[in-house]
């Protein structure tokens, strides 16, 4: 058993289980519930709009990583599932989010003995001059152990124009780290997926240990709307009536401008519109209610206004 380093109860030993007799029945529902990671799942599910074949994988993976635990009662001795993985697609496609439920989810299930979210890009791993990438790297890997490590835009750390590009040693320190301890640690590559997938035909060490690739699309019109409700929601805000083909639109149009970031435009324009929705209540200087407070208008999402002198 390994030790509890950061005092998680759940991390810390467990008494030992005799082995089943191979008579015995387990009931797969009290495990489950057992477990709370439907706890985990529920919420993923309520905090990401559409995603449905992203959350169909992680539903998967819980089921297998609690079928494992059921066969290890019975004695049955494999081999830990390789979970390192690959999340492709745009920025603000939501592969931040679940990976920290992933992290979340590996924990409760038993996978991870602490659950948490360590993320890196490039510049995190790798230093600028000789004898500093190694150092960097290890220690980013050792706040990540027992948990999830997500590098984002993973196919800066390899330039094909620079043999001698201190990148390679990042990857080849994170290459023995993710086939030795990977009961301890899970790598989570992220980034564009024509670029990861040039990545790993330059890296095939790196591709041969990457598992589970999941692709996060691009969001529907209709997605990023009902993305923006939920986020609305959540703050204590609903659109006027008349305001929602104006959020429709302003959506439809901020998708064909260049770094539009998906569900992550969303959230900014959300906060643009709190903004001016403030400027206007505080320009009329008069009384207000809920239905004020909380209620934003088409004027709230057309940029070109300034309220801010009455
Ligand atoms: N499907 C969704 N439903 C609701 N909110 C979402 C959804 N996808 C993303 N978000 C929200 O959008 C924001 C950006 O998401 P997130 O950081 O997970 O994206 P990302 O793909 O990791 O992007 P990046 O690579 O730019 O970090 C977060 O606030 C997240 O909660």
């Not at 060490?205 to 529907?220: C, E, L, N, Q, V």
Request: proline share 5%; glycine share 6%.
């Amino acid at each position: 058993m390994r030790p509890a380093p950061n005092g998680d109860a759940a991390a810390e030993e467990e008494p030992a289980v005799a082995t089943l007799p191979p008579d015995a029945r387990i009931d797969l529902a009290r495990e489950r519930a057992d477990s709370h990671a439907d706890e985990v799942l529920d919420a993923l599910d309520r905090e990401l709009v559409g995603l449905v074949p992203v959350k169909t994988r992680i539903r998967e993976t819980a089921a297998l990583l609690l079928i494992d635990r059921v066969r290890a009662r019975f004695g049955i001795d494999s081999a830990r599932p390789n979970l390192h993985m690959c999340f492709t697609g745009s920025p603000g496609t939501g592969k931040t989010t679940v990976a920290v439920r992933l992290a979340e989810l590996l924990h409760r299930l038993g996978y991870l003995r602490r659950g948490h979210l360590v993320t890196v890009t490039r510049d995190d791993l790798v230093g600028q001059y000789v004898g500093h990438t190694a150092p960097k790297t290890k220690e980013v890997l050792k706040r990540a152990m027992g948990g999830v490590l997500f590098i984002d835009e993973a196919y800066y750390l390899y330039r094909a124009e620079n043999e001698r590009d201190y990148g390679q040693e990042s990857i080849e320190i994170l290459l023995q780290v993710m086939e030795n301890q990977r009961d301890d640690l899970v790598v989570v590559l992220a980034g564009y997926k024509d670029r990861m997938d040039s990545f790993f035909a330059s890296n095939p060490g790196m591709s041969s240990r990457i598992a589970h690739h999941i692709d996060f699309p691009d969001y529907t019109g209709d997605e990023l709307e009902a993305i923006g409700r939920l986020m609305l929601a959540r703050e204590g805000y609903s659109l006027a009536e008349e305001a929602i083909p104006v959020f429709r639109e302003y959506l439809d149009r901020r998708r064909e401008q260049p770094r539009f970031a998906n569900a992550r435009s969303v959230r900014n324009a959300i906060e643009r519109a709190r903004l001016r929705h403030a400027n206007r209540l505080i320009a009329t200087a008069g009384e207000v209610g809920l239905a004020e407070l909380t209620t934003l208008t088409p004027e709230d999402f057309l940029a070109s206004r300034v309220f801010a002198a009455p």
